[in-house]
């Protein structure tokens, strides 16, 4: 009975020596969970403060990149600004500078007028762009005031152009006139009289003048006489080029 006891004594021992050390291992398996749990939570935090420093700091790169475009669109507008102010300094200054040059141009015109110099003046120093311009013609030879005599009889141009192929008769009037056109084509008739060494070009005649009047221009057209006078004030040119073209 005794051996009975002594042995229930012992597995009472041994479970409670069992359950002893099966609460010292829970324990330390608490402990792990919790020392894991608590690292695990540090971790977290870590990188919950990495990821928020992160995004400060984006927030903070956003706003210097905003800040330097606003800054770039002002200078790009202040320079927008200047530009448009340069801009229209240099259209009043052309405009103004416009103005002066009508201005010139027709005092030029009315002194020449009074002079009697519209082909040393005016037209002369037109004729050698014009004539590239209209007729592709390199000038070889060039006058004013030509004159000829023959047989007794005189025969006088005021200017007088000419390239390989070309031979132009330019005459000029200080207030041009329909009866104006007829003499000069009537004239232009017989210049192969007075310049036989020519006859082998086309002769073109050219009507010159400071301004013409609308009813002399067309009908100079319809006689495909050319007229050449001020373009707005601005240049010599020919003002009736095409019509003269569509009329031959």
């Known amino acids: ?12 021992s041994l479970l409670g020596q069992f359950i ?26 870590a990188s919950e403060e990495r990821l928020q420093r992160q ?14 475009m606003k800054a770039f669109k002002d200078e790009m507008k202040a320079f927008k600004d200047e530009m448009k102010a340069f801009k229209d300094e240099m259209i009043d200054f052309k405009r103004r500078q416009e103005e002066e040059n009508i201005r010139k141009n027709k005092e030029w015109s009315a002194l020449a007028k009074k002079m009697g110099t519209i082909v040393e003046d005016l037209i002369a120093p037109a004729l050698r762009p014009t004539l590239s311009k209209y007729f592709g013609c390199e000038v070889t030879m060039e006058g004013q005031r030509i004159f000829r005599r023959k047989n ?17 008769m330019i005459e000029a009037r200080s207030t041009p006139k329909v009866e104006d056109v007829k003499e000069i084509k009537d004239k232009g008739k017989r210049f192969f009289e007075f310049f036989p060494e020519h006859k082998d070009k086309e002769l073109i005649i050219i009507f010159g003048s400071i301004t013409f009047p609308e009813n002399v221009i067309k009908y100079a057209s319809k006689r495909s006489v050319y007229v050449l006078a001020w373009r707005e004030w601005q240049h010599m040119d020919i003002l009736n080029f095409d019509e003269v073209r569509r009329s031959g």
């Open 1 to 12: 009975m005794k051996t009975l006891e002594h042995r229930v004594e012992s597995l009472e």
């Open 20 to 45: 002893i050390n099966h609460d010292i291992a829970l324990r330390r398996l608490e402990n792990k969970i919790d020392r894991y749990i608590e690292e695990m939570q540090k971790d977290r935090k």
């Open 55 to 68: 995004i400060e700091e984006m927030e903070k790169d956003r706003k210097a990149f905003q800040d330097e």
């Open 152 to 168: 007794g009889e005189d025969y006088e141009i005021d200017a007088i152009a000419g390239c390989e192929n070309k031979i132009f």
